[in-house]
């Protein structure tokens, strides 16, 4: 898609392949064919700048056809470059700045909760993105109204758009803040052990009377060599040489 | 002026290597960035000067806040990231730095809807009327790289808040014999009878093709870079007005609220007001394509300023 499109952001799609696969196929209650179906869980995509993994995880679970994933970021398409609240049908939020995910999702359950819907909502945010005051403003008003079934989850990968996280905003320890903040919170999680990412998620959604929050350690642009940890494949396209290497080291 | 064969640069190249000059030739610069200084170019200055230049993350409501209590103690601080997310700090550009006039300079990069790909999360279409709205704000888009680097220079040398919109693409250089930059001036870059073409950002040089088409059969265009939005340069729309008898506004934002309705708004309060078209983005949010193809989807082209010319030069009575 992202080779395709010659733009787009591979290295954090890369890092929650594996927590987006575990979720719509093992632990959130949707349906590909209803998906206005009003009891469904909610996935928020906050880091909306991750469309390549959130665009094929909706197509593969059944969606829209995997084939239209090629129109990604082309003119006339619905798969615009970050997420758009129902394009296609299965998006479930407008995102592209950062900070406003777990806002969204909180509002959503906040709404939920008024409807006696027991449903939960599952909010996806960065490592970098932790930097926006707006999400510590969310974290405090979701543990402030009690409120439950509001999963977040954070893609450790320990790189955002210039740097490492760690040379761009110190945030550590975010275990030790949300806790503090009344959330129950897991975290050291391997992200990409699906095994260990449905526990942790299952663990989570079970979570009653707070918000919970799981920190997965992650690798950006995991599966490909010259990827992985690398602060240059941030939001760069692969060449031509870049993708058939690749591609060889995934198959 | 001809627009053939010209060379090409993005705007947002200016701010890194000419901050770098500025500061080596005694300015008192300090860059404040949040997160993208690599696509900003800000991080030029960062390489040259690393004491001088503070990374908030992706916080741009800190960043913004924080850069006014610096100017408080005498730095000319340089805001730096993309234009939607300056936008993420309105109220904060209203009290930390609009209110108390104070030293910043809000330089946004990836500016309009020609960001393409990355859709219309990424397309600013409303900053120059969220910055015009900011008393106290002088607010400028430059038509090439040259100009730019003009701008920036000039902001660090004028005390109080400014907005430069810069633009991710690389577009056709026009000021190849070096800047003509005046704030709150007009630049006439063609001379005409029929209509005037009041234009900032990439739509100068796509009115300047315009204009060559016009002239071809026989309509007389003046060309007007109105590189700076705010203080508009009156004076210049006012001759216009009476000298070629209809106006139109080219900008690559929306036209019920940027360059045009200000442009408008001076028209109608002259003695003589005159017919008036606008080329814009009409009440709508971008979409993903290439940078040139939004641009064509939103009729920001020659084509489209030029047949907005056309319509206005037949309105006339
Ligand atoms: C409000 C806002 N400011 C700036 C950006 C530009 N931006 C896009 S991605 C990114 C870095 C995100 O890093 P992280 O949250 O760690 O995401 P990941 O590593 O999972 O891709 C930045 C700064 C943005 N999208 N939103
Ligand atoms: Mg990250």
Redesign the interface.
């Known amino acids: 898609m992202v080779y395709g499109a010659q733009s787009g952001h591979i290295g954090g799609s890369m890092s929650s392949t594996e927590i987006l696969a575990v979720l719509y196929g093992r632990i959130m209650r949707h349906d590909p064919k209803r998906p206005g179906w009003v009891e469904r869980d909610r996935f928020i995509m906050s880091k909306g700048h991750c469309t390549p993994v959130q665009y094929a995880t909706l197509a593969e679970s059944g969606y829209f056809p995997v084939d239209e994933l090629s129109t990604f970021r082309k003119k006339g398409t619905r798969l615009q470059g970050h997420s758009v609240l129902g394009k296609p049908e299965g998006v479930e939020n407008s995102a592209g700045a950062l900070g406003m995910g777990l806002s969204f999702g909180l509002g959503i359950r906040l709404g939920m909760r008024l409807s006696n819907i027991d449903a939960h909502v599952y909010v996806l945010m960065g490592d970098g993105e932790q930097d926006e005051g707006q999400v510590w403003e969310a974290a405090m008003a979701a543990s402030h109204h009690r409120v439950d079934r509001l999963v977040a989850i954070i893609d450790r990968n320990g790189i955002q758009n210039d740097d490492f996280t760690a040379a761009t905003m110190r945030t550590e320890p975010l275990d030790e803040k949300y806790r503090a903040f009344g959330w129950e919170v897991r975290a050291g999680i391997d992200g990409h052990n699906l095994e260990a990412v449905e526990e942790a998620l299952a663990w989570a959604r079970d979570v009653r009377g707070k918000p919970a929050l799981v920190i997965f350690d992650t690798v950006k642009g995991k599966g490909v060599s010259f990827m992985e940890n690398n602060p240059n494949f941030h939001g760069a396209a692969p060449s031509a040489e870049q993708f058939a290497r690749a591609m060889e080291e995934l198959a | 002026m001809t627009t053939t064969n010209l060379p090409a640069a993005a705007t947002r190249e200016a701010l890194g290597p000419t901050l770098v000059r500025l500061q080596q030739n005694g300015a008192n610069i300090v860059v404040v ?1 949040a ?5 900003t170019s800000a ?1 030029t200055f960062r390489d040259a000067f690393p004491e001088r230049f503070f ?5 741009e ?2 960043m913004i806040s924080a850069a006014g209590g610096l100017a408080t103690l005498g730095h000319t601080v340089i805001a730096s990231t993309f234009a ?2 300056a936008e ?1 700090a309105f109220d904060q550009l209203r009290m930390s730095v609009a209110q108390p006039k104070l030293n910043v300079k809000v330089v946004a990069s990836h500016g309009g809807v020609s960001t ?7 397309q600013s279409v409303e900053d120059y009327a969220l910055f015009s709205s900011l008393v106290n704000f002088t607010v400028c888009v430059p038509a090439d790289v040259v100009e730019a680097e003009a701008m920036v220079a000039a902001a660090v040398a004028t005390p109080g808040p400014w907005y430069i919109r810069t633009g991710r693409p690389k577009i056709p250089v026009i000021y190849t014999d070096g800047p003509r930059f005046q704030v709150g001036k007009a630049d006439m870059l063609r001379e005409g009878t029929d209509v005037t073409i009041v234009a900032c950002g990439l739509l100068v040089e796509r009115s300047l093709r315009a204009a060559e088409a016009l002239e071809a059969s026989g309509i007389s265009a003046r060309v007007l870079n109105m590189g700076t939005i705010r203080p508009l340069d009156v004076a210049a729309l006012e001759a216009a007005a009476k000298d070629t008898g209809a106006i139109v506004v080219a900008e690559e934002h929306l036209t019920h609220s940027g360059l045009g309705a200000m442009c408008a708004q001076a028209i109608a309060a002259t003695t003589q007001p005159v017919p008036m078209e606008f080329v814009g983005v009409q009440s709508r949010y971008g ?4 940078w040139d ?1 939004v641009l064509e ?1 939103m009729g920001l082209t020659a084509d489209g300023v030029e047949a907005a010319a056309r319509k206005v030069v037949a309105r006339k009575r």
Do not use: Y
């Open positions: 960035d997160d993208l200084g690599k696509s991080r990374t908030f993350g992706v916080a409501q800190n939607v997310f993420h393409g790909e990355d859709g219309a999360s990424a979409e993903s394509a290439t193809e989807i």
